[in-house]
């Protein structure tokens, strides 16, 4: 079973910066196929981006591209997160998941906010 760990995530204002990571202690999760959704107050979980265990990024949402990029150091195994020009519609909790057919698992999620 994989357990992944979300850390990163913070407060900053709009037009900043975070990196969010998501490691596992497991030593196969650069195997993995690893997700990022977001979800905010009062609004379903939605897909941010994905990559697949080579680091070719699988997908990311429209509201989001050529502002975040996902990328991962499976020597780390760890997949970050880049995430830039923030919005405060960017505020979320943010959580990693990591699909191993046809189950996923699911992190605690790590909360951004984006002040005005």
């Known amino acids: 079973q994989v357990q992944p760990v979300e850390s990163g995530g913070g407060l900053v204002q709009a037009g900043g910066s975070l990196r969010l990571s998501c490691t596992a202690s497991?030593?196969?999760?650069?195997?993995?196929?690893v997700a990022w959704f977001r979800q905010a107050p009062g609004k379903e979980r939605e897909f941010v981006a994905g990559i697949n265990w080579s680091g070719g990024s699988l997908a990311s949402a429209d509201s989001v591209k050529g502002r975040f990029t996902i990328s991962r150091d499976n020597a780390k195994n760890t997949v970050f997160l880049q995430m830039n020009s923030l919005k405060p519609e960017d505020t979320a909790v943010y959580y990693c998941?990591?699909?191993?057919?046809?189950?996923?698992?699911w992190g605690q999620g790590t909360q951004v906010t984006v002040s005005a």
């Open positions: 998941t990591a699909d191993d057919p046809p189950v996923n698992y």
């Open positions: 497991t030593p196969d999760f650069s195997m993995y196929t």
